[in-house]
């Protein structure tokens, strides 16, 4: 079946460093990547996201990369900030049928002030 | 504009109770979905709804059963709670033509199953 991995489970960084959170996606037919971050107790919020007709997108600190040959993405935080302590989720779907996005298990990143 | 509404926030049940998860969007969205979150695990998804009428099943739907039958409203019900079934519920809602904002998410059902 369809299947999202995830990888490291937990990373702890420096502040000012920077972090990448790697995810490998089975399902060639999947077209848009999204990244969630979600702090202690509260709800997965969207970050950034990308589909597959670009390679790379940047948002000021956050970037995701795609490689679709490989069928994985990355998501890279520079800078970090301890702010940027949380649990992080990336997932993959279709951009039809049902959108039902498929998961990953989850990155918790410490960033240690 | 309240997006996805989740009740209650949290609840603690007997084995063998039943009670039902409300979820309520105000965004028109025809999808909605319900995924449980197991201390420090991934997001798995239980049911989801293409639309009003329309429900299906997802990765883990044992022990669960849905409705849809308004645009807005998507419960989960739980008919014979199990220790197994404690964990962090969250629906959540999307548009139809692609994903232009991604999912949005309620702010969670906390379930203990004692």
């Known amino acids: 079946g369809e299947n999202v991995e995830q990888h490291p489970s937990t990373l702890s960084v420096q502040e000012g460093d920077s972090a990448v959170i790697k995810c490998t996606y089975s399902?060639?037919?999947?077209?848009?990547f999204p990244w969630y971050k979600q702090e202690l107790g509260k709800r997965p919020q969207l970050i950034i996201d990308?589909?597959?007709?670009?390679g790379e997108k940047k948002d000021q600190r956050i970037a995701v990369t795609l490689n679709k040959t490989a069928k994985h993405f990355s998501l890279h935080i520079t800078e970090t900030q301890p702010e940027d302590s949380a649990v992080y989720f990336c997932?993959?779907?279709?951009?039809?049928?049902?959108?039902?996005?498929?998961f990953g298990t989850g990155t918790r990143l410490k960033v240690l002030a | 504009n309240a997006g996805v509404t989740q009740t209650p926030k949290f609840r603690i049940l007997k084995i063998g109770q039943s009670m039902t998860l409300q979820c309520t969007q105000d965004?028109?969205?025809?999808?909605m979905y319900w995924y449980r979150q197991d201390p420090g695990m991934g997001l798995k998804l239980i049911y989801y709804?293409?639309?009003?009428?329309?429900?299906d099943k997802g990765e883990v739907p044992n022990g669960y059963n849905v409705s849809r039958s308004t645009t807005e409203d998507f419960p989960l019900r739980l008919e014979l709670a199990a220790p197994s079934q404690t964990s962090v519920y969250f629906c959540?809602?999307?548009?139809?033509?692609?994903?232009?904002?991604?999912?949005?998410f309620g702010s969670g059902t906390r379930l203990t199953v004692v």
């Open positions: 965004m028109n969205h025809n999808y």
């Open positions: 997932a993959a779907s279709r951009d039809s049928g049902t959108y039902k996005y498929i």
């Open positions: 959540a809602s999307s548009r139809t033509w692609g994903q232009e904002y991604g999912y949005t």
């Open positions: 709804s293409v639309g009003a009428g329309i429900t």
């Open positions: 399902d060639s037919a999947s077209n848009y």
């Open positions: 990308i589909r597959s007709n670009v």
